[in-house]
């Protein structure tokens, strides 16, 4: 359902900043788009490709939104196309305008659940930073339902207990490899916790500091690669997803 430009973390930018896409009837649904994010979709000519855009944003840290604002402007003046931003905080509208990016140039959505075509959008609050506000989501098309964390150091319940029912499939969740006493990104010790072996074979762990990810398949996970990109961020000849 997923497709990665990039794994990294804020501070690994060999990996491209994390984010995420999927399309569904001529609609380019973009998770996140930190700084690395619109050269990626320049290149791949994701933008013009498909007539509606949505980009679903998790938090406004720059790894994260670094690059929506050329997003925006090269798909309204450029392109013709007016973006759709779901965010459940207005806030968001403070930091564009700062940008200098007006409201007519894109559309935010903040509801909690936004049903487009097939596809249902819900926001879940996370844990991430004390000063910020965080969201993953779960996204559900037909019988499908996926769960992306965003920056958060924990799983929140209803999704372990959706997991464990069946109801959600796929977990792509931020990992790091240690634990700390001041959490941001979820420890991999506290996924082995949760997660019994059997089912982590559908959880993909990716925002990644550094490259521990011999030791996440040793553990049973799975890790997400961006296309083309390999677990140090060479370029490869092999479209990964």
């Given at each position: ?46 933008l013009e490709r498909y007539q509606d855009i949505y980009v679903i944003i998790t938090h406004t ?181």
């Amino acid at each position: 359902m997923i497709t990665f430009l990039g794994s990294g973390s804020a501070f690994n930018p060999l990996l491209g900043n994390t984010s995420a896409y999927f399309v569904r009837n001529n609609q380019l649904f973009l998770i996140d788009a930190g700084e690395t994010v619109f050269r990626k979709l320049y290149e791949m000519k994701l933008l013009e490709r498909y007539q509606d855009i949505y980009v679903i944003i998790t938090h406004t840290h720059a790894d994260h939104v670094g690059s929506l604002p050329s997003v925006i402007s090269y798909s309204y003046f450029v392109l013709g196309k007016k973006v759709k931003i779901i965010h459940p905080e207005r806030s968001l509208t403070k930091l564009l305008e700062m940008m200098g990016i007006t409201s007519d140039a894109y559309e935010l959505l903040t509801d909690e659940t936004n049903l487009i075509g097939d596809i249902k959008i819900k926001a879940i609050s996370v844990k991430h930073a004390d000063n910020i506000r965080c969201y993953g989501y779960v996204l559900e098309s037909g019988d499908e339902q996926v769960y992306y964390s965003g920056d958060s150091y924990e799983v929140p319940e209803v999704i372990v207990e959706e997991f464990f029912a069946g109801k959600i499939q796929t977990i792509y969740q931020d990992t790091a490899e240690f634990s700390s006493d001041h959490l941001s990104h979820c420890p991999l010790s506290t996924l082995e916790e949760i997660f019994p072996v059997e089912m982590r074979k559908n959880i993909y762990c990716m925002h990644f500091l550094n490259d521990f990810h011999k030791k996440i398949e040793e553990k049973g996970f799975q890790y997400v690669q961006a296309k083309n990109q390999d677990s140090f961020g060479r370029m490869t000849s092999e479209n990964i997803e």
